[in-house]
């Protein structure tokens, strides 16, 4: 079993959604692009839904939700 921090989820907040490929998302945050790959992605469905839909038809979802290690090792959010 897993530490639990390890398992800690959180939300972050990207500026787009760039891409997204077989395996993973391409997000763009605070100015840069990031890889994230949809295993570690909570809420992979919602984002690929939104970018399977046409540009004005999306609903503009602008969270991920990862472990908190990846965001914190990313920058993303500060170690508290």
């Keep these: 079993m897993g530490r639990p921090e390890r ?3 959180t939300d972050v907040t990207f500026d787009k959604l760039v891409r997204m490929s077989e395996k993973a998302f391409l997000v763009e945050i605070e100015g840069e692009e990031h890889w994230v790959a949809k295993s570690q992605v909570d809420n992979a469905d919602e984002l ?3 970018l399977n839909e046409p540009p004005h038809k999306r609903a503009g979802l602008d969270t991920l939700t990862v472990p908190r ?3 914190i090792q990313n920058g993303w959010i500060d170690d508290e």
Excluded: L, N, V
């Design 69 to 71: 290690w990846i965001a």
């Design 7 to 9: 398992d800690e989820m």
């Design 48 to 50: 690929e839904g939104e």
